[in-house]
C-alpha cells in the first residue's frame, strides 16, 4: 500500500509539471503550471511561494520559503484566470498585497507589491530562497557560507576574504537585472524602466541583490534603513518578476502592460501617465536626470536631450547630476496624464577661478582614492585593502590614489596635505563629502591656525563604509583661512574626523571624501 501510495505521488507530480497552462488546488497550495516549463506553487495558510519546478529540476530551497518580507504568515491567498492566458495570485493582510502572476507560455513569475504601511521589519523585499544545489553561482562577494562573523552579523571572513550580502548591492540606475545560476538553469531578478518608482532612496541607492548561505538567496529591495536617505513611499512596488532561463542573463525589456488587465491596485497604466522633455547642459559626461515626490521617483541618463520616463501625475522636484554630485535643482515640474512637459536643466556647479588644487573629482564618489575601487565589495579590514595608516601627501608629487577615501576617527588620522604657496593670500578650504557615519565630520588645521569645528552632519541611522556604502546626503564643508595663517613656502594642511561620539575599529566616526579644494 505504501509502494502503491509513492508511485501515486510521482505520477501527480509528473503530470503536474507537464500539464496545459493553468492553476490547481490541492488543499494546500495553488500549483500553477505557466506551459513555459516552469511549475510554481503558493502556500494558501502563507503565502510562500513552496516550489519552484523548472524543466524538471526543484529549485526552491526545501528549509526556507521564498516570499515578500520576511513571510506574511496570511491565510487570505485566492486564485483566478482572467481571459485564458493569465493566473493572479493575491495574498493579501490588512497593509500589504502581494501578487504573483503567471502569463501563459513564460517561465517567469510576475510580481508586485502594494503597501499602505511599512513592514513592522523596517524593510521592504522580496526574497526567493533557492536550492543552492540548483543554482550555486551568485555574487562572489556576497557568498558568506561557512564564514566567522567579522562585524555585526552581516560581514563574514570566508578563506581568508570579507564577504557580506551587502556587496552585491548596484545602484538602482544601473540595477535592471541581477541573476544567479547553475547548470543550465538560470533565476534572474528583473526591475524594469518605472519599476523602482514606489523605492526609496533615488537613482544611486544600493541594496541587497544576493547572499549566498546554504541557501542561495536571490532578492528585490524596494526600501530599507540601510543609509536611508528620505521616507518610505507607500503604493504599488513593482511590478518585478522572477525569470527563469537555461542559464543565462534574462532581458530587461519585460512588458508589463497586460497588468492593466489584472485588477493590481495601484497599477497605472502609460496610458495614464505623463513625461518631462528637455536639454541638459553644462554636464558634459555622466549626466543623470532625477524626477521626485512624496509619491513617485524616476530618472535617465542624459547630457543632452531627454525624455523622462512615464511618469504618473504630480508636481515633481527636478534634480540634475554630474555622477552622483547634485548640480542643480528645479522645483514645481508638473506632469499631466497624457502630456509632456518641458522643462530644460543646466548645471549650477561653480569652480573657483583661483584654484590652488582639488583632489579628487567633484562627482559625488569617492572615485580614484586610495581603497575606493575595492571599498564596494570588501571590508576595510580585509587583507587586499591598502593600509589605513595615517597619510601625509605633497601637492605636486601625488596621485589622488595616495589620498584616503575615508577619514576615520583615531585609525587614519590626521590625513596631511603640504602645499607650496607663493604668496599668503587669503584662501578657502573646501572638503566635499558623500557620507558621515556616527556624526563624523572633518575638523582642520593650516600651519597653527584651527577654524571652527562645524556641525555635525544630518544623521544617517546605519552603518555605510563597511558594508559597501559610500552615499548619504553630501555635505560640503568650508572653512575660510586668513592671510595671517599662511606662510610663503611650504604650508601643512591636517584634516581629521571628529565627533563627539567614538566607538572601536572602522566602526569609529567617520566620513568619506568626494574631494577637496584648496583656493
Known amino acids: ?101 503567471a502569463k501563459s507560455g513564460d517561465p517567469i513569475i510576475y510580481m508586485a507589491t502594494y503597501i ?54 548596484k545602484a538602482f540606475i544601473d540595477d535592471q537585472v541581477h541573476c544567479v545560476n547553475g547548470s543550465g538553469i538560470g533565476v534572474c531578478m528583473v526591475i524594469p524602466d518605472t519599476s523602482y518608482e514606489s523605492s526609496s532612496g533615488g537613482p544611486f541607492f544600493r541594496d541587497i541583490d544576493n547572499q549566498g548561505t546554504t541557501q542561495q538567496e536571490l532578492y528585490f529591495y524596494m526600501n530599507s534603513n540601510h543609509v536611508k536617505t528620505e521616507a518610505y513611499r507607500m503604493g504599488l512596488h513593482g511590478p518585478y518578476a522572477m525569470v527563469f532561463t537555461s542559464g543565462g542573463t534574462a532581458s530587461s525589456s519585460l512588458n508589463f502592460s497586460f497588468f492593466s488587465q489584472l485588477g493590481i491596485t495601484g497599477f497605472v497604466p502609460k ?49 540634475l547630476y554630474k555622477g552622483e554630485l547634485k548640480v542643480q535643482t528645479v522645483t514645481g515640474v508638473t506632469v499631466s496624464a497624457g502630456a509632456t512637459t518641458y522643462c530644460s536643466i543646466a548645471s549650477a556647479e561653480s569652480v573657483p577661478s583661483s584654484l590652488v588644487f582639488r583632489i579628487g573629482i567633484t562627482d559625488g564618489r569617492p572615485t580614484g582614492f586610495k581603497n575606493a575601487a575595492n571599498q564596494l565589495f570588501m571590508h576595510p579590514s580585509d587583507s587586499r585593502m591598502s593600509s589605513w595608516a595615517p597619510v601625509t601627501v605633497t601637492w605636486g608629487s601625488m596621485s589622488t590614489a595616495d589620498f584616503p577615501m575615508a577619514q576615520i576617527k583615531s585609525i587614519n588620522d590626521p590625513t596631511i596635505i603640504n602645499v607650496s604657496l607663493s604668496n599668503t593670500t587669503a584662501r578657502t578650504l573646501r572638503i566635499f563629502t558623500t557620507l558621515s557615519f556616527a556624526g563624523g565630520r572633518p575638523s582642520v588645521k593650516v600651519n597653527s591656525y584651527s577654524p571652527a569645528v562645524p556641525g555635525a552632519p544630518v544623521k544617517i541611522d546605519s552603518r555605510g563604509f563597511t558594508r559597501g556604502a559610500f552615499r548619504g546626503h553630501g555635505e560640503v564643508y568650508t572653512f575660510s583661512i586668513p592671510s595671517s595663517a599662511l606662510v610663503t613656502g611650504v604650508n601643512t594642511i591636517q584634516i581629521s574626523c571628529v565627533s563627539g561620539s567614538s566607538n572601536t575599529g572602522f566602526l569609529n566616526p567617520n566620513f568619506i571624501y568626494d574631494a577637496v579644494e584648496f583656493y
Request: hydrophobic fraction near 35%.
Open 271 to 319: 496610458s495614464s501617465r505623463g513625461y518631462v522633455s528637455g536639454t541638459v547642459s553644462g554636464v558634459s559626461s555622466d549626466g543623470v536626470v532625477h524626477w521626485y515626490n512624496d509619491a513617485a521617483q524616476y530618472w535617465i541618463k542624459s547630457t543632452g536631450p531627454f525624455t523622462s520616463p512615464a511618469m504618473k501625475p504630480g508636481t515633481y522636484t527636478m534634480v
Open 1 to 101: 500500500m505504501k509502494l502503491l501510495s509513492t508511485f501515486a505521488c510521482l505520477l501527480s507530480i509528473a503530470s503536474t509539471a507537464y500539464a496545459a497552462f493553468g492553476v490547481t488546488n490541492t488543499g494546500s497550495n495553488y500549483v500553477v503550471n505557466t506551459n513555459g516549463g516552469l511549475v510554481f506553487s503558493v502556500s494558501k495558510s502563507t503565502g510562500d511561494i513552496v516550489s519552484l519546478l523548472y524543466n524538471g529540476t526543484q529549485c526552491q530551497d526545501s528549509s526556507k520559503m521564498s516570499h515578500i518580507g520576511s513571510g506574511l504568515r496570511s491565510r487570505n491567498v485566492a486564485a483566478s484566470t482572467i481571459n485564458s492566458q493569465y493566473i493572479k495570485i493575491t495574498v493579501t493582510t490588512p497593509t500589504l498585497t502581494q501578487y504573483y502572476i
Open 116 to 169: 499602505t504601511a511599512e513592514p513592522t521589519i523596517g524593510e521592504l523585499r522580496f526574497i526567493a530562497r533557492l536550492k543552492k544545489s540548483a543554482v550555486p553561482n551568485g555574487v562572489a562577494a556576497s557568498e558568506v557560507h561557512g564564514g566567522s562573523v567579522v562585524e555585526g552579523s552581516d560581514v563574514f571572513l570566508v578563506n581568508g576574504q570579507a564577504r557580506s550580502k551587502f556587496y552585491s548591492s
